[in-house]
């Protein structure tokens, strides 16, 4: 085994142990995004819409993105000993995640259930935290 290879398997394996402790936020995180996209091109193809590599390329940029933020914030929150912001960005890309998929969800099935879930989510996230999520940006996840 050269020792190049013997460098970056130890780099990798080495920073693996250190965010062992935030996998499973990581994997829900991901998991999130994946089903986003499978229904995502499930309801463009419902809508007769293409599609594109270059929108399977943008997810795939999220999630890297995505799993990087989470990363670095949970190297902060560990070092630092801060707060749990990690779990808060996680969170919040997740729930973006979900608000996607209920709009997805609502194109493939035609079913109100989804547009009533994505109204309730929304209304509960403006309760929460001031902001109307749906105003003005309900096509920004397509």
Known sequence: MSNNLKFFSGTAF?????????????QVMVLAILLDLILGVLAAVKRGEGICSKKLWRTGYKLLFSIILVSLMYMIDKEMQII???????????????????????????????????????????????????????????
């Open 14 to 26: 080495s920073i693996f142990g250190y965010l062992s402790p935030v996998k499973g936020v990581l």
């Open 84 to 142: 749990e912001l990690h779990k808060t960005l996680a969170w919040f890309i997740t729930g973006f995640e979900v608000w996607s998929m209920l709009e997805s969800m609502g194109d493939i099935s035609d079913h109100s259930l989804f547009r009533l879930l994505k109204t309730i989510m929304r209304d509960r996230v403006k309760k929460q935290i001031g902001t109307d999520i749906g105003k003005d940006n309900d096509n920004t996840t397509r």
